[in-house]
């Protein structure tokens, strides 16, 4: 059996461009479903599938292993810089979907089998739609509110919101007032069983991720979310050290050392790899198996397209830290039309059943598809006051 192509399929999903990746072979009709979808840099990451397409081709798929180390290895530069992650992210995810197809077994079979019956599922406030969850003033508590009693409404026990304004290194009491009464009406809204999540972005520096920490620390929040940039990985754990509230990052972590060294420092009590970015579901297992040995939960970042979902959920059904999934639903209204997915869906409560579908339990409708071709994704910036350029 034989690698014979390599090919990407670009849907434009309005904030973002889901890089949908196909592994073909020389056997009729089986071939793997990846993505490689890394918003703002779709052009870059299908180059380098074309890059790294020649590594691969007339390769054995079932050398799972042997072909990750091939395209981390090989060309001289490891493989852990965003777009190349991405990249072999894409490609290792269809080459599990593809191993599932050969042995006519869900992923989660690969891997050892199910361990849980369920996945609990959380969704962005307005459920993805980039206005509500991007562009929502924080200083509008009650459109925060009324967003997160919506989520409830629609079957979530969980929600995440982005409730910290954009701060420079050093700011005064305003911006953590206005992060406090966005997060008081929502817990007022929805009440104490509803697991609220605040994502920082990684906007805040050191002192004020830890001011704002502080400060939402009586609100008893599920996870607050990357408090800082994650390549100040002892001011994270200076930061989780200081309050009760779980600390969650992982998402811009594209290597396994990147992660050993944010576990050994204590830097987060959620790990959030993103299987689009960390080198796939092979470096995203071994992630996992680190996170266990310092006793973190797995919540995997998943902001993007239906096969990222799929994977992401797939994993969860093999890894005993995994505690809940990022998922989105209201990116674009035709989500449902490009991928048949075979994971179940319980609206109440938001879970997620495991399949019994080989591989990743997905079909992508190419045809569908093709009506959203690439188009440059829409721009989001963020400035200070002053004209000078934030962190997004
Ligand atoms: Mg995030």
Redesign the pocket.
Known sequence: MKITAIETLVCNARMRNWVFVKVVTDQPGLVGWGEATLEWHTRGVVSSIEDLAPLLIGEDPRRIEYLWQMMFRQHFWHGHGIVRSTAISGIDIALWDLLGKIHGVPCSQLWGGPVRDWIRTYCHLGGGKMEDFYETSVEDAQRFADLAVQAVEEGFTAFKCMAVPPTRPVEGLQPIRTAERAVAAMREAVGDAIDIMV?C?ARPSPRMGLKFAQALEPYGLYFF??PCWPEHVSALAEIRNAVATPIATG?RITSIEGFRDLFAAGGCDVC?FDVTHCGGLTAARRISAMAEAWGLGLAP?NPQGPVSTAASLELGFAQPGYIICETVHADVPWRQDVVQESHQRKQDGRLVLPHTAPGLGIEINEQEVRKHPFEQELPQRVYYPDGSIGDW
């Open positions: 994502d972005h979310e990357e998402e959030q970042h």
